[in-house]
Every structure is written in C-alpha cells, then in structure tokens.
C-alpha cells in the first residue's frame, strides 16, 4: 500500500516513486502489478486507487 500511496501522491510517475522509496523502478511496477493481480483493481486508475487506499486506511 505504501507503493500504491506514493505512486499516486507523485502523479503516478514510476521514476520518481522508485526514487522515493528507493526501489527500482521494476520493483514497484512489479508491486503495481501484484495490486492489480490481488484485488481486480487498476493501481493506475485514481477511482481503484482510492478505494484501495481508503481500505488500508491511508487515506482521509
């Protein structure tokens, strides 16, 4: 979820993420690909996002 939270606080730049968290971009696409793989849910599309942000409660 802190990918996922991240990711999208940064305009949902891979690059700077990676950054951020200091993983490698690969790293957090492939984080990106497991939420997807785990929940249905398009990490990339803000509506997915939030609801997936609101269950992890890190979002207000």
């Avoid at 700077?16 to 990339?44: D, M, N, Q």
């Amino acid at each position: 979820m802190r990918t996922l939270w991240g990711y999208h606080g940064l305009g949902c730049d891979l690059a700077r993420t990676a950054v951020a968290l200091g993983k490698h971009r690969s790293t957090v696409r492939y984080r990106l690909y497991r939420v997807r793989e785990l929940t249905g849910l398009e990490p990339e599309d803000p509506r997915s996002a939030e609801a997936l942000l609101e269950i992890a409660g890190l979002h207000a």
